[in-house]
């Protein structure tokens, strides 16, 4: 693949073939966990090898399971229930949701803590939900800010079974605690009121665990033409008998519906399109798409039904059709969770509105995806509205628009592929910035698609603007543009465009700062200490920052007001602020030209910089912009509260003995209170091309 991560899919001819999708990606962690707790050797045939599950094996790897890939097959030595070991090392869960809450659920039980932790938008989802069940049974917690990763869980002798009623519709949840009860004596039960995917379950079957499932129906919906009816009202009791002893048993995992609906929408929507996947899981408690397809007009078939590992599968053929917009009720929604963002694809070239209800969870997946599906068919033309729980969608497959469009991912892999689809049959093309995190369910997934006849290019990055339309005079000549400003006043915005156009390097300076507080808030110093300049938290702070990488900060999540926080602590420390200086300008000698932003960058950091810009607006308008941009990625922000914080920082910022924040006599002041970014940027670049230290070598 070219280094580049942005893909661009295009209108299409007719799509054809016969395909097989990837392993279901929850049968594959299950398959991993459940046969490391069994005694044997189990072969493992068709698992996904997407990175969600591999950091799965990883952990268990770390906890002295034997695991290892032969030819095609995975060879997974069980140590037996309640056999692993302490891992010496933090497990890192990648992306994974399934796979941290699962992993939590199986290491609880045990006397040692295990600590998990993940990348930024696993950092940033609800753990609560599995750690109020697992304190229940007695394991105890520690967790980041909100129960947020990174988090430990450490068990002991003297845990109790539990009856757990889900207070949300989730099949992590629900395996979460199931997985747990593996390992303690006695009766492990979980009430679910809406049934999820019960792989888990079905797995601990296969393998000779006791699993009694009572099922209280309270009403039916049962779909006419639907494959498997999905139950739409009834509530389960799911009881298991701890400490079994497993039985290892060779495991086939089917394909996964989840990711078999990518090309099968395609082929819905292209015309002239007939494809087929074979081998795909059909458990009915997944395949509420299908259901939903089907009654929206899609002429979608089942073949070959047969059985797989306790599971059933089918090969699903789909052909271009006449869609029509339906509404979805919330009860489907668990049989479905992770197929809205393609479905909505699918509505927006339905004829009519679909509605979709209960979707509350999709807030919470690995973005805020209701609103990533809204925002990204507006930009394509679609008419679609989120609600707190609903999303509508207003199809016209004649008078669609579809402008040539570019849609913010949020690094989440559905929506990635989602967009992507909609490209193939909409009049424009549709790019998408980043693909790089469709590995984690669905590798080779642009290849696939390709063999089916997608048009989809992988594209350099540029930026919505020509690159150098200016040279620097003389040409060979670097430069340093230097950019302060308070916190959220819009710095960091601009000044990365116009690095872009510049093709320049764009250095955030305080994203150093902020690596400096993550590695401190992540050592055993205390962070409020680090005020007190002769500590020994701000001496270790003064160590990491000499140490400190340019490379290593790029993969640090630095992005939340903690961190914030604590860079603005540690900054004030003038023997911080020294080794970085020279780090700072070490980095950007080493460079061509650079657009650098901070606090300090055009009074101390470059007092020589070719140009100086002072970027500020006023605290309301500061904590407004912050406290949307928090909103989009956080469930509960307070207003109030991302003004103090602000109001804070900004006292801070000011008063700190060490470079305080204040605009360099020679900077352009610019108020961006009552201005949009594009507003910012005209302004800059006007200043920029007047300065004389540029020539105009291009148009826009
Ligand atoms: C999964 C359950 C669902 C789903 C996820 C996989 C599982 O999450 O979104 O992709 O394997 O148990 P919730 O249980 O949190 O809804």
Redesign the pocket.
Known sequence: MPKSTQATSSRSTSLHGTITVPGD??VS??ALMLSSQAIGRTEIYGLLEGEDVLHTAAALRAMGVGIEKRDKVWIVDGVGVGGLSAPSEVLDMGNS??GA??MMGLVAPYEFPVTFDGDASLRKRPMG?VIIPLEKMGVVITSAEGGKLPLTVQGGDNLVPICYELP????????CVLLAGLNIPGKTTVIEPEP??D??ERMLRYLGAEVVVEEQVLGTGFSEDALQPVRESCSLQITLTGQPELRARNIEVPGDP?SAAFPIVAALIVPGSEITVRNVLINSLRTGLYTTLIEMGADIAFSNRRELAGEEVADITARHSKLKGITVPAERA?SM??EYPILAVAASFAEGTTTMLGLK?LRV?ESDRLSAIADGLKVCGVKAEAGEDSLVVDGNPSSIIHHPSSIRTHLDHRIAMSFLVLGLAAENPVTVDDIAMIATSFPGFVDLMRGLGAVIRFQEKVSGFKKNVLKPVPETSSFIIAIDGPAASGKGTVARRIAERLGAVYLDTGKIYRAVGVKLMQSSYDIGEAEDHASLAARHAIEISKTLKIDEIQHLELDNESVGMAASIVSAIPGVRAALLDFQRAVVASKQGAVLDGRDIGSVVCPDADVKFYITASLEARAKRRFNQLKSQTESVIYGDVLQNLRERDARDKTRKAAPLQAAEDAIRIDTTDLNMDEVFDKMWNVIQGSGRWSVVGGQ
């Open positions: 990606k929850s962690h299950r949701g399934t809450r699962l939900r949300v519709a989730s099949a992590q949840v629900k395996s999820t995917r792989h888990t989840s668990p969770i992770d969870e997946k």
